[in-house]
């Protein structure tokens, strides 16, 4: 199977399993947003997807607003449309085609990435709601931690580097420039939900105060 075609199983697989969690507790609170309830959070990402699949069909080069949710619609089942919505989008345009996106890599491809990572992390927060903890999947842990020096470190200010060692993956990451300060070696799940203000591996104490100041990830 292709990277893309991986990447996009994973977002159809995450996608739906939030939805259907979702729909089975729509009014739990979820922990890391504690003014969302199931339902926001739903309503959160089906934006994004729809937004994300706006961008496939239009592939335009300036940012573009998402869809809201209909005053008469279920969320749950705009959430769905939203989702296969997307999901056709990033499966039928060119990955190379260019069009806006946040960061210095005007590709379409970026936006298949983004939604693994988007999508995995609030698939987690549901289950984190409905006392299901889980492991990110992979696809989710290696994007975003490969994604991490790019959206978010600069936002970090002084921070000493560190170097990452995933010990699932055999991968490392260097956050930062010179010299690593210290070396966390731990599986990529809970390093990059550490970095992401959730619950995982223990980084040192200026990256704990940094991270959690980031805020939560839908403010970001």
């Known amino acids: 199977m292709m990277s893309r075609d991986k990447d996009l199983a994973a977002i159809e697989y995450e996608g739906w399993r939030l939805i259907e969690l979702g729909r089975q507790t729509p009014e739990r609170v979820v922990p890391q947003y504690p003014t969302w309830t199931m339902r926001d959070l739903a309503v959160h990402v089906a934006e994004v997807h729809g937004r994300t699949g706006i961008i496939c069909e239009t592939l335009p080069t300036s940012r573009v607003p998402g869809p809201k949710l209909p005053a008469d619609e279920d969320p749950f089942d705009w959430a769905a449309e939203q989702l296969a919505r997307m999901l056709e989008g990033l499966a039928m345009a060119d990955p190379d085609a260019h069009v806006w996106t946040f960061i210095d890599d005007p590709a379409l491809g970026f936006w298949v990435r983004r939604m693994v990572i988007e999508t995995g992390v609030h698939r987690w927060d549901a289950h984190s709601a409905v006392g299901e903890p889980v492991e990110l999947l992979t696809r989710v842990s290696s994007h975003g931690l490969d994604e991490f020096s790019v959206l978010y470190l600069p936002r970090l200010g002084d921070v000493p580097t560190v170097e990452l060692y995933a010990t699932d993956l055999g991968r490392s990451w260097r956050l930062g420039e010179g010299e690593p300060r210290a070396r966390i ?3 990529a799940s809970d390093l990059f939900l ?10 040192p104490r200026p990256w704990e105060q940094a991270v959690d100041a980031l805020g939560s990830p839908a403010d970001r």
């Open 194 to 203: 550490r970095l992401m203000s959730r619950p995982g591996v223990a980084l």
């Open 185 to 187: 070696e731990a599986e």
